[in-house]
Structures are given as C-alpha cells and as structure tokens.
C-alpha cells in the first residue's frame, strides 16, 4: 500500500477534529491558534483566510454557510463560505458548546449542562427559541426532519424551528460519555445509532417509542460514535481494533485488532477499509476485515476523514493532510 500526499498544511497548532469541516470543494480547518482558513479541497489552496479567535469547539459547514464558535469571545459566527465574509454573529453565554445546523436553523448550547439550547435562523442570526433552563445533551444530530439529543438513559428529537420535542426514546443503559464528539450514526431516514453503556450499540427507530439493544459485545467499546461506511458498522473497542456489526440484524460480522492505539475514523478504499494508529501507520483491510497491508504514513495522526474516491484527509499533531492510497500490487 502506497499513501500519496496530495497536499499538506502546516497548521502550528495541535490539529482537532472538531475544528475542522469538510464541504463539497472545500475544507475549513482552525490554524494559527485564531485563524479560520477556507482550503480548496483538491489542491489545498486557500480561499480565505479570517480571524477567528481561539480553539473553536465546532466548526460546521451548511450549504453556503459555515459556522463556528470561539471559545475565547462567546460568539456564534456564520461566515459565507465562498467569500469568507461575515454574514452574521451573535452573542452566546459562556460555555454554549455544541453547534449543530439544518438547512435553515443553526442550534448551540447543551455542552455538559452549562447552557442553554436556542435555535438561530441560520439566514439573519435572528434567535427562534430557547429552552427555559441549562439542557444536558451529547452532540446533537439532525434526523429526517428534526435534531436529535440525549443524555442519561433518554434521547429526543425536536423541531429545529420551534425547539418542540417530536419523539423520545428510554434507552437500556446510559448513553456513553463522549463529550464534544459525535454520539450518534444515522442508518437511514428511520433509524439512528448510539453506544450506550460499556458495551452495547443501540437503535432507535422514528415509528418506534422504544430503543432496542442492537448489538452486545464481550469487551468493553470506546465512548464514540460508530462508523457507517460501506453497509457496515464499524465500532471501535477500547484499546487497537473495530468490530464490524450487521445494521440490519446486529451480528458481529469480524475483528480487527491492529495492537496499537487507533487514530478516530475510518477511510473508504475499492478494497475495503483503511484506519491509521496515532502513530501514523496506516491499515489496510479487506471488506471482510482481514488485514492486508500497512504502511508508515505520518507522525502523531488525530483523526483520518474519508473524502470518497480512496482520498481521506489526516489530522496530526501540527498538520492537514490530504493523501490518496493506491495498492502496492
């Protein structure tokens, strides 16, 4: 397996997956400890460059708007992401935390309780709705026509417009603890994923009240999101692999374990998966799991984001990487 850089930008800082967003020609990426830079997604060219304060805690791309929060000025941006003009702010409490956005409502707050939700139309900043106390919630998660949240042994979907809750589910055990990263994988229009406790992925479903246990494992799984890519789920353990899980019947499909400690995401090939370990080894895997290559690649990777087309861009300790894989033979 070869790995060709495409392109690379040196960030000087520490690279974080949440400061970072990938649009359809474009990727956004916080760098320079305040900066907000716009990069064309093919050669790595920049199409803007903006001042941003520091460390963002999402940085969201919707349509031909891109949105962010600092965490040193308390301010919710939307910026035109074709110019990098700002086409509108407005003022959070400190602490709002997570930003999630449909295609006409952007909603903040509920980072670990600290806040307050409010809904914003995403045309003006002009505020829709706010709930009447600080909500507890994971990242939220637009679902079909609504957002989903959770916390504790609940989730609930609400209406973007109005903040009014449309469904809820009790879960079997507790969601796990992923603080500001992604909770929850849409399957489908009608059903959405979570990992609950130490173990056990669980399904709700939008004709259903009740969330059932999808898949049960014999060992502990990390506290994140798992990945739907190529009609699998993909879960990663606690410690170096992934267990592929059937979304429809919940059947452990196989295991990977690479023994080193994985980097968050999975890449998309024509021959099946590729993970990369925070030390920079990538993995190659056929679509059933077996392991087939490795390689040496970059130092220190964060994160790895499949762009389509065996194109996948690594986050590493003070880089963005765009990189292209090919078969040695």
């Known amino acids: 397996m070869i790995s060709t850089t495409l392109w690379k930008r040196h960030l000087h800082q520490r690279g974080s997956a949440s400061a970072l967003a990938v649009g359809e020609d474009c990727i956004v990426v916080h760098e320079r400890h305040t900066r907000l830079v716009c990069l064309n997604r093919h050669d790595g060219s920049v199409r803007w460059d903006i001042p941003m304060g ?3 805690r999402n940085v969201v791309i919707v349509g031909d708007r891109c949105l962010c929060i600092a965490q040193n000025n308390d301010q919710l941006s939307c910026v035109n992401i074709t110019t990098g003009s700002l086409v509108w702010c407005v003022g959070l409490p400190s602490f709002s935390g997570h930003v999630v956005a449909t295609a006409d409502t952007v909603i903040v707050g509920g980072w670990r309780g600290y806040t307050r939700m409010a809904g914003f139309n995403s045309d003006d900043g002009q505020p829709l709705w706010q709930t009447p106390r600080p909500t507890d ?18 989730a ?4 973007p417009r109005s903040g009014e809750e449309l ?8 969601l796990a603890d992923t603080d500001n990263r992604p909770a929850f ?16 992925l669980v399904c709700m479903q939008l004709a259903s009240v009740h969330a059932d246990r999808l898949f049960q494992h014999d060992a502990d799984l990390a506290a994140s999101a798992p990945e739907f ?22 059947s452990a499909l196989w295991k990977v374990d690479v023994r ?26 056929s679509s059933d799991g077996i392991l087939l290559e490795r390689s040496s690649s970059a130092a220190r990777v964060t994160a ?16 963005l990487r765009v990189i292209c894989i090919e078969h040695s033979s």
């Not at 606690?238 to 979304?247: E, F, H, N, Q, S």
């Open 137 to 154: 919630t994971v990242l939220p998660l637009p679902w079909s026509s609504g957002v989903l949240l959770g916390s504790g042994a609940e």
């Open 260 to 285: 080193q400690p994985l980097a968050e995401g999975v890449g998309r090939d024509d021959k099946g998966f590729v993970m990369v370990s925070r030390s920079g080894v990538l993995f190659r895997l």
């Open 156 to 159: 609930w979907l609400i209406d």
């Open 54 to 56: 520091t460390w963002p």
């Open 167 to 174: 469904g809820r589910w009790h879960l079997p055990e507790p």
């Open 229 to 250: 890519i190529g009609g699998v789920v993909l879960q990663e353990e606690r410690g170096a692999g992934y267990v592929a899980v059937d979304p429809e019947d919940g």
């Open 185 to 200: 994988t849409v399957i489908d229009q009608d059903r959405c994923l979570a990992p609950c406790g130490p173990r056990s």
């Open 304 to 319: 790895l984001r499949d762009l389509g087309s065996g194109e996948m861009v690594m986050i590493t300790k003070g880089t």
